[in-house]
């Protein structure tokens, strides 16, 4: 099963992940056209010219998606480990 590659996972391998989620939670800084510090401005272009209720309805979208995206990747992994 999926969860198991994890106990088969080297130590090397766990600290290559850890140093290279750290460094680029450390080197990566917003860009100066994201909508915030949280928004690193990756596709922002594409909200140029759209009025506030448009940028609005596209963010909502993004989060519904995101959570869904969320919803189904813990059932994938429930089903995986039970």
Do not use: C
């Not at 090397?12 to 994201?34: D, Y």
């Not at 506030?52 to 309805?57: F, I, K």
Request: charge should be negative; charged fraction near 20%.
């Amino acid at each position: 099963n999926g969860l198991g590659a994890l106990n088969t996972m080297p130590v090397e391998g766990w600290v290559q992940m850890v140093a290279f989620i750290g460094a680029h939670e450390i080197l990566v800084k917003p860009r100066a056209n994201g909508m915030g510090a949280y928004d690193f401005g990756f596709g922002s272009e594409l909200l140029e010219g759209a009025d506030e209720a448009e940028v609005q309805r596209r963010q909502t979208s993004e989060r519904n998606n995101g959570r869904l995206a969320m919803v189904a990747i813990l059932g994938m992994l429930w089903q995986d480990g039970t």
